[in-house]
């Protein structure tokens, strides 16, 4: 699964605007999403649970080479995470240095800056273990994992951990987002509840939300986290 650019998504904005919070668009607001999708009352819903894990990196791809690095981009963000949170001190503070190393990295793994070409879905394990060698972390493990169920994201979420995800659909379409956290919202009417990834989709510094509906049944998705 290759990369999508900032450029391209916004080649894809001016053949077709792209609305926030509607069907297919960028999520900014669970609340207003579930109204204008669900057709919930505002005053009917309530957030139950809000998971955020700290530290994990905020770097957009536009930061970097800005087309086809956004599992670059997302790698860049997790290592920030594990640095700063959980003591990987021999990864470098400077961007330069952090993503030079990824980069270089990338080019072994599939990723073409000249050819648009984004690091293939099916190299993400082997790809980021290869950076945490670089690093001197070869005993870290590195998982991949498909058509991962809700249960499994927010319990990994739960436990601190984040992840990379890669999506081969909608608005996200052969792309790469970090995962940080998650809110749940319930109908009070209904009792129904309705869950969002947060996300740094690196394409905007705001935080960003995916719905989970149906993220686990009818659509393909890769998970790769460190173990």
Same mark, same amino acid.
């Given at each position: 699964?290759? *990369?999508?650019?900032?450029?391209? /998504?916004?080649?894809?904005?001016?053949?077709?605007?792209?609305?926030?919070?509607?069907?297919?668009?960028?999520?900014?607001?669970?609340?207003?999403? /579930?109204?204008?999708?669900?057709?919930?009352?505002?005053?009917?819903?309530?957030?139950?649970?809000?998971?955020?894990?700290?530290?994990?990196?905020?770097?957009?791809?536009?930061?970097?080479?800005?087309? *086809?690095? !956004? =599992?670059?981009?997302?790698?860049?963000?997790?290592?920030?995470?594990?640095?700063?949170?959980?003591?990987?001190?021999?990864?470098?503070?400077?961007?330069?240095?952090?993503?030079?190393?990824?980069?270089?990295?990338?080019?072994?793994?599939?990723?073409?800056?000249? $050819?648009?070409?984004?690091?293939?879905?099916?190299?993400?394990? $082997?790809?980021?273990?290869?950076?945490?060698?670089?690093?001197?972390?070869?005993?870290?493990?590195? =998982?991949?994992?498909?058509?991962?169920?809700?249960?499994?994201?927010?319990?990994? /979420?739960?436990?601190?951990?984040?992840?990379?995800?890669?999506?081969?659909?909608?608005?996200?379409?052969?792309?790469?987002? =970090?995962?940080?956290?998650?809110?749940?919202?319930?109908?009070?009417?209904?009792? $129904?509840?309705? =869950?969002?990834?947060?996300?740094?989709?690196?394409?905007?510094?705001?935080?960003?939300?995916?719905?989970?509906?149906? /993220?686990?049944?009818?659509?393909?998705? !890769?998970?790769?986290?460190?173990?």
């Amino acid at each position: 699964m290759a *990369s999508y650019s900032c450029q391209h /998504l916004q080649k894809v904005i001016m053949k077709k605007p792209i609305s926030n919070n509607l069907r297919g668009g960028l999520v900014t607001a669970p609340i207003l999403y /579930l109204k204008n999708v669900k057709n919930i009352d505002e005053a009917s819903l309530e957030k139950i649970k809000s998971v955020v894990i700290d530290s994990v990196g905020k770097a957009l791809c536009e930061h970097f080479d800005n087309h *086809s690095n !956004c =599992t670059l981009t997302g790698v860049y963000n997790l290592l920030s995470f594990y640095r700063d949170a959980e003591g990987f001190s021999d990864i470098p503070a400077q961007s330069d240095r952090l993503y030079g190393t990824i980069r270089k990295v990338g080019d072994r793994y599939g990723y073409n800056y000249e $050819r648009e070409k984004g690091i293939p879905v099916y190299n993400n394990r $082997r790809f980021l273990k290869a950076v945490l060698k670089d690093f001197g972390h070869s005993d870290k493990r590195v =998982t991949a994992e498909y058509m991962v169920p809700a249960g499994r994201a927010t319990k990994l /979420l739960d436990a601190g951990i984040p992840f990379l995800l890669s999506i081969a659909y909608g608005i996200y379409f052969n792309h790469t987002i =970090t995962v940080y956290g998650y809110e749940t919202y319930r109908d009070k009417t209904t009792g $129904r509840t309705y =869950t969002f990834l947060i996300i740094n989709d690196e394409w905007s510094a705001d935080r960003r939300y995916l719905p989970w509906t149906h /993220l686990d049944r009818f659509r393909i998705t !890769c998970l790769t986290r460190i173990v």
